[in-house]
């Protein structure tokens, strides 16, 4: 949903379906049922706010900020999510790799790893319930990458796959839940992607991504991901 604001005071709001949610209501089966809703502000830059002060940078957002149009894009939607807490917000905590910041795979030998990413907070401040993530998003370039047992719940068209995965079963102190995973080097990668995709015309390593974030929270942690062609 976009909010288009035109030349009068008028606000015009623009909604449209994400593709995933055209097949669910093209299931036709009464089970399509918008029940939430989620706000981002992707588009805002709030430096302006450091730049010129908070009453005229306020104003600059206001005023010069482009609105960006709704998209049917289910990963190009809502990069930063907004969220309210009845929670007076101290601390909301952050995500920690607890595995190396750079995984290295061949489709050889070492063809899968476990990733772990922990919800943390600072010494003895406890997370918000509501931001304690329950699910977490993981996307990946489905070329090259999936995560083991399990079905991405939508490819887009740029080929990168998107996986709804449950927290683990415990809680921390900090009240933060943890995310652990096995990702897998697709058994499609030939010569030919090596080529097409390497990080030089004649390498044998990809150079990829992967992204894990909080459903509750919006943060996010990004890992590097190489896969050589050989040992």
């Known amino acids: 949903m976009g909010f288009l604001n035109g030349t009068t005071n008028n606000i ?27 706000l981002a502000d992707d588009e805002v830059d709030y430096s302006m706010i450091t730049q010129y002060g908070v009453a005229v940078g306020k ?11 709704a998209t049917t894009s289910s990963m190009t939607g809502l990069q930063t999510l907004l969220f309210s807490s009845p929670s007076l917000l101290k601390n909301i905590g952050y995500l920690i790799n607890l595995g190396s910041a750079k995984i ?8 899968s790893a476990t990733v772990k990413i922990a919800q943390e907070s600072e010494s003895g401040v406890a997370i918000p319930t509501d931001l304690t993530n329950q699910v977490y998003f993981v996307d990946v370039d489905n070329r090259f990458l999936s995560v083991r047992g399990k079905t991405p719940r939508f490819i887009n068209n740029k080929n990168h796959a998107r996986y709804f995965i449950n927290r683990s079963d415990s809680i921390n102190t900090s009240n933060g839940s943890t995310f652990e995973q096995t990702i897998e080097v697709k058994s499609s990668i030939t010569t030919k992607t090596f080529t097409t995709y390497g990080t030089t015309s004649t390498s044998g390593m990809i150079r990829t991504y992967m992204t894990v974030t909080g459903r ?13 062609k050989s040992v």
Do not use: H
């Open 12 to 38: 015009i709001l623009d909604a449209v379906l994400t593709d995933e949610g055209r097949k669910a209501l093209a299931r036709n089966d009464g089970s399509f049922s918008i029940i939430k809703f989620a």
């Open 59 to 69: 104003e600059k957002i206001s005023k010069n900020t482009p609105v960006l149009e």
């Open 104 to 111: 290295s795979l061949d489709v050889i030998s070492t063809k």
């Open 216 to 228: 509750e929270s919006g943060q996010s942690s990004t890992i590097e991901v190489l896969i050589k």
